[in-house]
């Protein structure tokens, strides 16, 4: 939880406070992921217990992901399933999850549902996501998802796709 003291944190026009609704902390979490802040958005996430929706539940598993904490990425994976079950946004999270945690059959398994699924926004951001992660393993469907071109993949500071 925010602590009472915390500074309010603004993104766009809404300030975010210790006192602000869980689903006002968790849309402004999502905009600070999308802008690239990710420290804020995961302690602004983990402050409304994890996100209020399914969407805003699996970008906090990436952030957890990608700050190396398999245990709690995995652990707020399970938690999204049993409040969210199986929406596809999670499918993108566990995907990048896997990725972050070195499963090594990460990309393939995205591979064969980018086949299955050619177009599906949940895998393309799956796709962006991993190739942010490790952007010279971008498979050619992953690159083709994101409209890169073989080498082309780019280092963004970390910020995805």
């Given at each position: 939880?925010?602590?009472?003291?915390?500074?309010?944190?603004?993104?766009?026009?809404?300030?975010?406070?210790?006192?602000?609704?869980?689903?006002?902390?968790?849309?402004?979490?999502?905009?600070?992921?999308?802008?690239?802040?990710?420290?804020?958005?995961?302690?602004?996430?983990?402050?409304?217990?994890?996100?209020?929706?399914?969407?805003?539940?699996?970008?906090?598993?990436?952030?957890?992901?990608r700050a190396g904490d398999e245990a709690a990425a995995g652990a707020a994976l399970e938690t999204a399933r049993q409040r969210f079950g199986r929406a596809a946004c999670l499918e993108r999270a566990e995907l990048v999850r896997r990725l972050a945690a070195g499963d090594?059959?990460?990309?393939?398994?995205?591979?064969?549902?980018?086949?299955?699924?050619?177009?599906?926004?949940?895998?393309?951001?799956?796709?962006?996501?991993?190739?942010?992660?490790?952007?010279?393993?971008?498979?050619?469907?992953?690159?083709?998802?994101?409209?890169?071109?073989?080498?082309?993949?780019?280092?963004?500071?970390?910020?995805?796709?």
């Open positions: 939880m925010l602590p009472e003291t915390a500074p309010a944190r603004s993104c766009g026009q809404a300030l975010v406070t210790a006192e602000s609704p869980p689903e006002l902390i968790s849309e402004r979490a999502a905009c600070w992921y999308e802008v690239g802040r990710y420290d804020l958005a995961r302690e602004l996430l983990a402050a409304s217990g994890g996100g209020s929706t399914a969407q805003d539940a699996a970008i906090y598993v990436i952030l957890l992901a090594g059959t990460a990309w393939a398994a995205l591979d064969r549902a980018l086949a299955q699924r050619p177009g599906d926004p949940e895998l393309v951001k799956a796709a962006a996501e991993m190739t942010a992660l490790q952007p010279d393993a971008a498979t050619a469907r992953a690159r083709e998802a994101v409209g890169r071109e073989e080498g082309a993949a780019a280092r963004f500071n970390g910020a995805a796709l």
